[in-house]
């Protein structure tokens, strides 16, 4: 069964979700982040299909978060290592984590720690306000569209009442 694209959707988030949707792409992001970088590797940390695996390495290479490069000629062998796109996608990662601690860590505790080592002290991320710093929550954000949002949506009545825009234009 063939899944419903996003990529076209006037949405960051239905973008982003049409490559990244998949908690087996999620967590191959998370090894790459614990320094994974082999296609054995995975297998062994995961336990991740060897063709669910191919899929997923092609996707992310294919929209640039991780770039294949051969460490072996006899036989050829690859690693994949994050871009500079796949980089930046740590702090959504972070984010996720540190809602699963909040969330769903058992009595036991968390069961990962992130550690800056810049300051060395133990840490999880927050979304924050980029301009004050201040925590951002559903409560004190407003959304309207941007300067990306296709036109021919922005005419009907029900998209504007979505976004609070003049009813007439």
Same mark, same amino acid.
């Given at each position: 069964?063939?899944?419903?694209?996003?990529? %076209?959707?006037p949405c960051s988030i $239905?973008?982003?979700?049409d490559i990244l949707g998949d908690g087996w792409t999620l967590l191959v992001l998370r090894e790459v982040f614990y320094g994974e970088s082999r296609f054995d590797g995975f297998i062994g940390s995961l336990g991740i299909a060897r063709n669910t695996? $191919?899929?997923?390495?092609?996707?992310?290479?294919d929209a640039g978060l991780l770039e294949r490069r051969v460490y072996r000629t006899e036989?050829?062998?690859h690693e994949y290592l994050p871009t500079e796109k796949g980089r930046d996608f740590f702090g959504v990662l972070a984010a996720l984590n540190a809602w699963g601690d909040r969330w769903l860590a058992g009595e036991e505790g968390v069961p990962v720690v992130m550690r800056h080592t810049g300051c060395g002290h133990d840490t999880e991320a927050q979304v924050v306000c980029s301009s004050c %710093?201040?925590?951002?929550?559903?409560a004190?954000? $407003?959304?309207?569209? %941007?300067p990306g949002y296709p036109d021919r949506l922005l005419k009907r009545?029900?998209?504007r009442a979505r976004f609070g825009l003049d009813p007439q234009g």
């Open positions: 069964m063939r899944r419903t694209s996003f990529d %076209g959707w $239905a973008r982003t979700v695996l $191919a899929d997923r390495l092609r996707r992310l290479e036989p050829v062998r %710093g201040e925590p951002l929550r559903h004190d954000v $407003a959304v309207t569209t %941007g009545p029900d998209v």
